[in-house]
C-alpha cells in the first residue's frame, strides 16, 4: 500500500523491533509479580483452610470429647480430606496432617506444607500451623513471621 506521497504505509523492521523489545521488558517486570502474587494468594487459601481444619477439630472435640478418639479403640491418625483441601481447592499446593505427636486427648497441631511450585516460591513462610488454642505459626522462625505469613 502506498499514502498519498507514494511512501509505502506501514511498520519498518526497525519499528517492529523496538515494540518487541519494549513488550519483552514490560512482561521481564510483570512476570515475577504475578508469581509472587499468585504465591501468596495460594498462602493465604492455605491458611483459610487450616482455619476449616480447626473448626472441623473443634466440633469433633464437642461431639467425643477429645481430639484423639472416637472411641476407646478409634485413634484418629490422619485429616479427613475437606473441600478445601482438595486437588481443585488448595490440594494441589498444600498438604494438611497433623504435626507429629499429635493430636492428644486435649490438643492438635494441624500443618499446612507446600509442596511442587508452592514450595519453591515460598521461601519466606514455608509450612503454617495452628492449634487448639488458634494459635498460628510457620516455619521461619522469625520474629513477627507468623503475621507476615498468617
Do not use: H
Amino acid at each position: 500500500m502506498r499514502d498519498t506521497n507514494g511512501r509505502s504505509a506501514g511498520f519498518s523492521l526497525l519499528e517492529l523491533m523496538i515494540a518487541t523489545a519494549i513488550v519483552a521488558i514490560l512482561a521481564g517486570f510483570a512476570y515475577p509479580s504475578y508469581t509472587q502474587s499468585m504465591t501468596k494468594n495460594r498462602r493465604i487459601a492455605a491458611a483459610s483452610c487450616l482455619m476449616e481444619y480447626s473448626s472441623y477439630m473443634e466440633q469433633f472435640y464437642a461431639t467425643y470429647l477429645r481430639y484423639d478418639k472416637t472411641s476407646a479403640t478409634g485413634a484418629v491418625q490422619t485429616l479427613p480430606v475437606l473441600n478445601c483441601a482438595s486437588n481443585q481447592q488448595t490440594g494441589g499446593t498444600y498438604t494438611y496432617t497433623f504435626k507429629k505427636g499429635f493430636p492428644t486427648q486435649t490438643t492438635f497441631n494441624i500443618v499446612a506444607t507446600p509442596i511442587g511450585e508452592q514450595a519453591k516460591e515460598d521461601q519466606t513462610c514455608g509450612a503454617l500451623s495452628i492449634d487448639q488454642t488458634g494459635q498460628r505459626g510457620d516455619t521461619t522462625g522469625l520474629a513477627g513471621g507468623s503475621k507476615q505469613c498468617w
